[in-house]
């Protein structure tokens, strides 16, 4: 690992003096720059309070010296779970400043998988934001024999914990630092002094679409060379506004949510709730922010469900709008030159209509919009172009943070151009092998795998199918093992079938299921109870839950033009011939998706196999019964007759 | 252990009658300090009358009701939520064009204090007055969890918020003691759970007795701590989940026609 070299002269401020090696030096230095200005905001009790830089530094000081007093020392772990809050950010720049590693886990983990994180790390803290997640740890705090404590931060509904020995909070733990910090004058800023560019910073565990998450061990040299490539490609500015929503558990809001403001000064906003994010947008108005694809097409989605409850004229704008943005999206997006004619009537769209659907999204403000762990269907993408939104890729992993973004350079169906100091190769069996300056430094406890990742030359085996374009320019089809041939060896992959799928807003998830022994493809559907459901009601279909109205034969048909809308897009031999709507979501509780909502393709085609079976079979009806459990631990069971429909060639 | 906690709320030997209908025919019961009271029965039983001989929409013909040790028979409805004694009703009672902070706000107006006068200029006292009730109607918003809709309109929302932010009016009052008339009616079982989560906290963080009418036994028999059953206006039964499981009274005239 190199040592990074910390360059900003590209931000516009030179810097002299003092090496900046690790994130607890550099948020030190920006505490020390402005520290009167605004540094977060958080919306709590419906208003936006702020956080100055001095604030935050003391927070992270006196919240490190607790946990020092307490026994926390170099190398030491802290784990945190919870909404995305000042509190989870203090937490992790104050363990790394005296040395320790935090280790992020998704807010909805389930104690087991908490249980595996936090022992295969040895966490010496659990850091939880309330009730509900602290009582996940004291579920299994007998088998985490490293745990201290479990410190929260959110005291709603914390009343019944006040004798427990286990339990904390987190002002608690301040007030232990502000005392050691008077017994130990000095004591923290040599502790800083001593982090360097080649400590842990993090363990990123991965998210487990394959066995056991796997702890990812990353550098501050790594993060920060991390951060210096998204702010190069974002055009990020000091004072710009940031909107944290995806967890930091995923390196992505590490980098920009974390590094990104600790190395440029930006301002972190932090929405009061995950269900207030769209409102809160609107009011930060934020110059970027990371979403995953389902928030975007949640995006896309709201516009197109109000457009339906719209006015007469308002549609027709819409409806006149539209198409001249996607021309000029065409344009821009191919490099050429804006012809005039096309240039004024869109000035006029955008007043008229893109302009005040940018401002409803909350969009208005929004320089760069990122869109990453997983694909983006491109409709999507070329809606927000349409809107003139500059959306953009970007593509990397815990293990190498960003290899390719979009930024200022946009091609429709890459993942963006390799950053700068990244190489990349295809191996034989069509795998990205990528080499970059931030390789991590191995799995945590897992030198085999490690091994197998990590060719002896430096090179990383991402698992994902690329192509590369021009020499720098991704493009993305696939994981590697998700690549699938069917009978006839025609190859296709599910993933992105299914992107294509989920544009339609009946469809909320599908799995696209084919494989050597079998000739076609099948589509198993799950449809947008809301959006299926408010399209019954104007139809005036009864229905009662997700069960009935899935197999009712008016929504086989609606959903059915969907289908042949995508086989359009598809070579003959592997087209989606057949397809069931399931009778229930997909749920990450049960071991359906991960944690960032991919599908575990495995688990649902065990699952399924009666069904899958029956389709292939020819047959037109299953009758099944399924098992599901209630969040007390309850088992019930469902049952339901399933429908398997034919979509046929061009039968519209 | 159960039974040394104070009385707030007594009913003594209540009849109602309607005519020559007898909607309740000698009920008493006590309701004690940080209690949840169960009050159950099959439809028509009258438990829905009883709840509104508390807060005095109805007048029973005998019997008396004591709260905190006052006799509160005679005393008007506005004056009842004035003593604490804040109600949900069945079915959804809010200003639908209102937004859902709106009409939380409403509910505080029988706690300011500043005249006509000083409230028509929002500057002052009455600003501060108004900040100072904002922030405890923030606090209902946090305690719910009904961030997400506080600028909607009631109108617009789904049920299940709806009866969420019905709840979130009755505890903007700040009641001493809550009385619930089927507050998990229509609800799927996610959102019953969510509800039967926050009175459970309701009543152990704000320590406030919490009177509940509801059909969902399985929710009934899992929070409450004592159970008042009734028949055709008429006390069947009273005592813990338990005791009420085991009574052949209640079987016969409750459970039992449920399993059959």
Redesign the interface.
């Known amino acids: 690992m190199t040592n990074v070299n910390i360059d900003r002269s590209d931000s516009g401020r030179t810097k002299e003096g003092g090496s900046l090696d690790s994130i607890p030096k550099l948020f030190r230095r920006m505490c020390q720059e402005r520290s009167d200005s605004v540094a977060m905001r958080k919306k709590a009790f419906g208003i936006w309070n702020e956080y100055t830089w001095e604030n935050c530094y003391q927070n992270v000081k006196h919240f490190a010296l607790g946990m020092v007093a307490m026994g926390f020392g170099k190398g030491d772990k802290i784990c945190i779970i919870g909404d995305n809050d000042p509190q989870w950010f203090w937490a992790e720049l104050a363990a790394q400043a005296v040395g320790g590693i935090s280790v992020g886990i998704y807010i909805d983990s389930v104690p087991e998988e908490i249980q595996y994180i936090a022992a295969h790390s040895e966490s010496v803290f659990a850091l939880a934001k309330d009730q509900e997640q602290c009582d996940k740890f004291l579920q299994i705090t007998d088998q985490l024999p490293n745990l201290k404590k479990i410190i929260y931060w959110d005291p709603s509904g914390m009343w019944a914990y006040k004798e427990n020995q286990w339990i904390m909070q987190f002002d608690e733990v301040l007030a232990l630092g502000e005392k050691f910090d008077r017994e130990h004058p000095g004591f923290y800023e040599k502790k800083i002094d001593e982090v360097g560019s080649d400590d842990l910073a993090i363990l990123s565990y991965t998210s487990g679409t394959t066995g056991f998450p796997k702890g990812v061990m990353v550098t501050h040299g790594s993060l920060i060379w991390g951060a210096v490539q998204m702010s190069k490609n974002c055009n990020v500015k000091s004072g710009d506004e940031y909107l944290s929503f995806v967890s930091p558990a995923w390196i992505a809001e590490q980098l920009l949510g974390i590094m990104v403001w600790v190395y440029h000064g930006i301002t972190v906003n932090f929405p009061e709730e995950p269900e207030t994010v769209m409102q809160d947008l609107r009011e930060i108005g934020a110059a970027f922010f990371l979403f995953g694809p389902k928030q975007w097409e949640d995006l896309l989605s709201m516009v197109q469900i109000r457009l339906t409850d719209t006015t007469l004229i308002r549609s027709l704008v819409y409806k006149m709008c539209m198409p001249i943005g996607y021309k000029v999206a065409e344009y821009e997006l191919a490099r050429k030159k804006i012809p005039a004619f096309w240039k004024s009537l869109y000035s006029i769209c955008m007043l008229i209509c893109f302009r005040p659907i940018r401002d409803y999204l909350g969009l208005r403000k929004l320089k760069i919009g990122l869109t990453g762990g997983s694909l983006l269907g491109p409709d999507t993408f070329k809606w927000f172009r349409a809107l003139g939104v500059n959306l953009s890729e970007v593509y990397g992993a815990s293990e190498i943070t960003p290899v390719s973004i979009h930024g200022r350079e946009v091609n429709l169906g890459t993942i963006g151009h390799l950053t700068d100091g990244v190489e990349a190769q295809i191996s034989d069996e069509g795998e990205l092998l990528v080499r970059s300056p931030a390789l991590f430094k191995g799995y945590y406890k897992d030198p085999d795998t490690t091994a197998e990742k990590i060719t002896p030359d430096g090179w990383f085996h991402t698992g994902d199918a690329c192509t590369i374009k021009d020499g720098r320019e991704l493009i993305y089809l696939d994981r590697v093992k998700d690549l699938l041939s069917l009978k006839g060896g025609a190859k296709y992959s599910a993933t992105y079938i299914e992107n294509r799928l989920k544009f339609s807003h009946y469809i909320k998830d599908v799995m696209i299921i084919g494989d050597e022994t079998r000739e076609f493809l099948l589509a198993m559907i799950v449809i947008d109870f809301n959006n299926v459901g408010r399209w019954a009601e104007k139809s005036r279909i009864p229905y009662t839950t997700l069960i009935d109205l899935s197999q009712k034969q008016e929504v086989y048909e609606l959903i059915l033009p969907e289908l042949a809308r995508v086989n359009e897009t598809l070579p003959k031999e592997s087209q989606i011939k057949r397809f069931i709507n399931l009778p229930k979501e997909f749920d990450a509780d049960e071991g359906e998706l991960t944690r960032t909502r991919k599908l575990k393709r495995s688990v649902l085609w065990e699952k399924y196999m009666d069904l899958i079976d029956a389709a292939y079979g020819g047959k037109n009806l299953v009758v099944r019964e399924a098992e599901v459990k209630y969040r007390d631990g309850r088992k019930g069971k469902i049952r339901a007759e399933l429908k398997i429909m034919d979509v046929g060639g061009n039968n519209i | 252990m159960e039974n040394k906690k104070e009385v707030v709320l007594e009913v003594q030997n209540i009849t109602l009658k309607f005519g020559g209908v007898t909607a309740l025919s000698d009920v008493s019961f006590n309701v004690r300090n940080g209690e949840i009271l169960g009050l159950i029965g099959p439809n028509g039983a009258g438990k829905s009358s009883l709840l509104n001989c508390i807060n005095r929409f109805y007048n029973p013909q005998h019997g008396d009701i004591y709260y905190k040790g006052q006799r509160i028979t005679n005393l008007s409805p506005y004056k009842i939520t004035k003593l604490g004694i804040a109600r949900v009703f069945q079915g959804v009672q809010l200003y639908a064009g209102l937004t859902a902070?709106d009409n939380l706000m409403a509910t505080r107006h029988i706690h300011m204090k500043r005249s006509l006068w000083w409230e028509s200029f929002h500057f002052g006292p009455a600003r501060r007055q108004e900040v100072e009730e904002?922030?405890k109607v923030?606090?209902v918003?946090?305690?719910l969890?009904i961030?997400?809709i506080?600028?909607k309109t009631v109108g617009s929302l789904p049920y299940g918020q709806r009866k969420r932010v019905d709840l979130g009016r009755a505890l903007a009052l700040e009641p001493e003691i809550l009385l619930l008339d089927e507050p998990m009616a229509g609800m799927n079982?996610e959102e019953k759970?969510d509800i039967a989560r926050f009175i459970v906290?309701i009543s152990?963080?704000r320590e406030i007795p919490i009177v509940l009418v509801e059909h969902d036994m399985g929710v009934v028999m899992d929070i409450c701590d004592r159970i008042v059953v009734l028949e055709f206006g008429v006390k069947i039964a009273e005592g813990t989940p338990e005791e009420i499981k085991r009574n052949p009274a209640v079987i016969s005239a409750y459970l039992g026609s449920q399993e059959g």
């Open positions: 902070l904002r922030r923030e606090e918003i946090d305690f969890e961030e997400s506080r600028k079982l759970e906290d152990e963080l």
